[in-house]
Each structure stands twice: as C-alpha cells, then as structure tokens.
Nanobody
C-alpha cells in the first residue's frame, strides 16, 4: 500500500510560482497513477491534473491548463505539481491521490490520499 505526504504549500503573491511535492512511501509507486485535487473553503473538491504511472500521459483541468504542470520521478517516489502564474482563485488545500495502474479525473476513484497542503495566493 502506498502512503502519500504533500509538501511545498505556502503564501504567495499573484503571478508567483510554487512547486508542490507528493512523496510516496510503500511499494510499487511506479505502478500508480497520481492526481492532484484542490478544495477551497465552502467548495467541493475539484480535479486539477493527473499523471499516469510512467509519466507518459498528463491531463489538466481547463482552469489550470498552460499554468500548471505535473511530473514525477519514480526513482525518488515523488510526484510534483509546478504551479506558475498563480491567481487568488487558486487558493485552496491541495491534495495528491494515487490509484493503481489507471488514472481518473474523479476523486471518487481514488482510495489513497495525502493530508493536503495549503496554498494561499494573496496580494
């Protein structure tokens, strides 16, 4: 079973960049797809993006396309969410999630979650 820990959140200004990390422990991280979700206060958890088990496929929500990029290093058992040109509406708790083999944009399809890391974008 894989366990996930996010890090890298913080308070930034609009237009800044931030990179989140999702460190995995356990076995066979390289057989898991990883997705990032976020949840703002009073809103439902929403899909941000995903990367498949070997990094060959990525997919993003329209709201972050062109600004965010997901990558992974299976040797380090870590996935990353690079966030550029941050906006106040990107403020949320960001979660990474893992799913064996196949990826999904639905949070209901993920059983393995990190604890979340807060990202606040404010002037």
């Amino acid at each position: 079973q894989v366990q996930l820990v996010e890090s890298g959140g913080g308070l930034v200004h609009p237009g800044d960049s931030l990179r989140l990390s999702c460190a995995a422990s356990g076995r066979a991280f390289n057989s898991y797809a990883v997705a990032w979700f976020r949840q703002a206060p009073g809103k439902e958890r929403e899909f941000v993006g995903l990367i498949d088990w070997n990094g060959g496929k990525t997919q993003y929500a329209d709201s972050v396309k062109g600004r965010f990029a997901i990558s992974r290093d299976n040797f380090k058992n870590t996935a990353y969410l690079q966030m550029n040109s941050l906006r106040p509406e990107d403020t949320a708790v960001y979660f990474c999630a893992a799913r064996a083999f196949s990826s999904s944009v639905s949070s209901d399809d993920y059983r393995i979650w990190g604890q979340g890391t807060q990202v606040t974008v404010s002037s």
